[in-house]
């Protein structure tokens, strides 16, 4: 069951901003990776199920390589076995069709900016043909210096470290001082259930929208504030 709720349902308070997730909230980019992962790690004689995907979806490429190295050989993955394992996932995911936007997601983004907030993205991914994907499909609705991405973070998510970050960069834009925005003065909106946990570590309130193939279930146990079941679901809320 999902419940409806109101605009006044969210703590709307003080809310400035909303960090959005990309892969599975912007774009319905997860089933690519998915094929991607199992069939880029088969090759090196790894394995990994479709469902393992989406638990781990949000973590590092070498914290995810090492978690199938330990499993299958017991040990960490040297950095050259990281490379070329990431390096075949991502050509794989590349040769893929282009994931489309989310269904909702445009209409949630015109909702939130409609309310004053500013949106931001917070993203483990460093697909730079996702990243330029966006201005295509939400245009004028990111700004570079408004982006989380790989190459910002040392630590993926479930680090809070991402959503901290994404505090910092929404408060240098929207402080006079330039300091990070409080957490409750956030908004996290996400599809999987290490990102709800990397943002309920920054203590930020946190939206699911439950867009892959895991039980809303999962989503609630890594801390979701409230499930929706799916980025249209949303927007109708708003
Ligand atoms: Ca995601």
Redesign the pocket.
């Known amino acids: 069951m999902h419940n409806p709720i109101t605009p006044l349902s969210l703590p709307q308070d003080g809310i400035r901003c909303v960090l959005f997730?990309?892969?599975?909230?912007l774009f319905d980019s997860m089933p690519n990776h998915a094929i991607a992962w199992t069939r880029a790690v088969q090759q090196y004689g790894l394995s990994i199920s479709r469902e393992e995907v989406f638990l781990n979806?949000?973590r590092t490429g070498s914290g995810t390589i090492n978690a199938l190295t330990q499993r299958t050989w017991g040990r960490q993955a040297t950095e050259e076995e990281v490379q070329n394992i990431y390096r075949t996932k991502s050509e794989i995911f590349n040769a893929c069709p282009t994931a489309p936007p989310m269904p909702g997601a445009a209409e949630v983004l015109t909702k939130i900016t409609r309310l004053q907030l500013l949106p931001l993205i917070v993203t483990g991914s460093g697909q730079q043909s996702l990243l330029d994907r966006l201005n295509k499909h939400y245009p004028g609705m990111f700004k570079r210096e408004l982006m989380v991405t790989a190459f910002d973070v040392k630590l993926g998510k479930p680090h809070p470290e991402p959503y901290l970050m994404g505090l910092v960069k929404a408060g240098a834009v929207l402080n006079s001082d330039g300091s990070p925005l409080h957490p409750s003065q956030a908004v996290v909106v996400?599809?999987?259930p290490l990102?709800v946990q990397a943002a309920k570590a920054a203590g930020i309130y946190t939206i699911a929208v439950n867009t892959g193939e895991l039980t809303d279930k999962a989503l609630l146990d890594a801390g979701a504030d409230i499930v929706f079941p799916s980025m249209q679901a949303l927007a109708d809320a708003l």
């Open positions: 997730d990309m892969d599975g909230v979806e949000g996400e599809n999987a990102g």
